[in-house]
C-alpha cells in the first residue's frame, strides 16, 4: 500500500474549553481557498463541547495534551504535523480565506523565506469592553504582526531553531519571534490582512498579572545581552 502524502500545509491550535469561538476559528480554517491541509488540534482536557466540536469537521485529529502550557501544546502538534509548512491558530482567531495560499505562494515565489508574516486586524468581541492592558489604539485599521496566527512557518526552523519554550509562561511567542527575527533568516511579509484576533476579557494576555510580562521580557533581554557579548 502507498504511504499517505503529507498535505501541503498543517494547521496547528491548542485548546482549553474553547467551545465559545472555537466554531468560527474552524469555519475559517474550513473556508481557505486552500484544501490541501490537515488540523491538528492538541486538547488540554477540556471539560465542555470542544473536542465534539472539533471532531465534527473534516481532516481533524485531536490530540491530548500531556503537559501544560499553549506552548507546550503547540510543539505536541508541530512534532506530530506531516507537512513542510506549518501554521498556528488560537481557538478565538479568525482567518481571511486566502492566507493559507497566498504565504504558501509566497513560499514558492521566494524559496529561500522560512517564515511568512502578514498583517493582523483586532476587534473587540461583541458585548465585552475593552480589557485592561490592551491598548485601544490597536482596534484601528491594521498591523505587521510577528505571531502565531499570521504566520505560516517552515518546518526546518523548529528542527534547527528550536521549540517555543515552556519556560515563559506568557511570553514564549513573542520571544520566540524576536529571537527569529535577530537570528537573520529570511522573513517574508505579506501586506494583507491574514488575522483577525479576537480581544476579549478570557484573552491569556490579558488575564495573566503584567508583572509576569515585564519579567519575562526583562529576563529575555538580560540573556540576549549576554549572549552578544559571548559571541562577540
Known amino acids: 500500500m502507498a504511504a499517505e502524502s503529507s498535505p501541503a500545509v498543517s494547521v496547528v ?10 466554531v468560527e476559528s474552524l469555519d475559517s480554517v474550513a473556508a481557505q481557498t486552500l484544501s490541501d491541509l490537515e488540523i491538528i488540534i492538541v486538547d488540554a482536557d477540556s471539560t465542555d463541547a470542544t473536542r465534539r466540536i ?3 469537521y473534516p481532516r481533524v485529529k485531536v490530540l491530548p495534551q500531556n ?20 501554521s498556528l491558530l488560537d481557538s478565538d482567531d479568525i482567518w481571511s480565506a486566502t492566507k493559507l495560499a497566498e504565504q504558501l505562494k509566497y513560499f514558492s515565489d521566494h524559496p ?19 480589557p485592561p492592558g490592551f491598548k485601544p489604539s490597536l482596534l484601528e485599521g491594521s498591523h505587521i504582526a510577528y505571531m502565531p496566527g499570521t504566520s505560516m512557518i517552515r518546518r526546518s526552523i523548529f528542527e534547527d531553531f528550536g521549540p517555543f519554550e ?11 519571534f524576536a529571537k527569529l527575527r535577530e537570528s537573520g533568516r529570511a522573513i517574508g511579509i505579506l501586506d494583507d490582512v491574514v488575522l483577525k484576533k479576537r480581544v476579549h476579557a478570557s484573552n491569556l494576555s490579558y488575564v495573566t498579572d503584567g508583572s509576569i510580562y515585564r519579567s519575562e521580557l526583562l529576563q529575555f ?10 559571541n562577540g
Open 166 to 176: 515552556s519556560r515563559w509562561q506568557i511570553t514564549n511567542d513573542l520571544i520566540w
Open 221 to 230: 533581554l538580560k540573556e540576549s545581552v549576554l549572549t552578544r557579548r559571548t
Open 112 to 130: 529561500s523565506t522560512e517564515c511568512v508574516v502578514g498583517r493582523v486586524q483586532y476587534f473587540l468581541s461583541d458585548g465585552q469592553s475593552i
Open 13 to 22: 491550535m491548542a485548546t482549553k474549553n474553547a467551545e465559545r469561538y472555537l
Open 67 to 86: 503537559g501544560a502550557g499553549f506552548a507546550h501544546a503547540w510543539n505536541v502538534g508541530i512534532a506530530a504535523a506531516r507537512s513542510d509548512f506549518i
Open 54 to 56: 472539533a471532531e465534527s
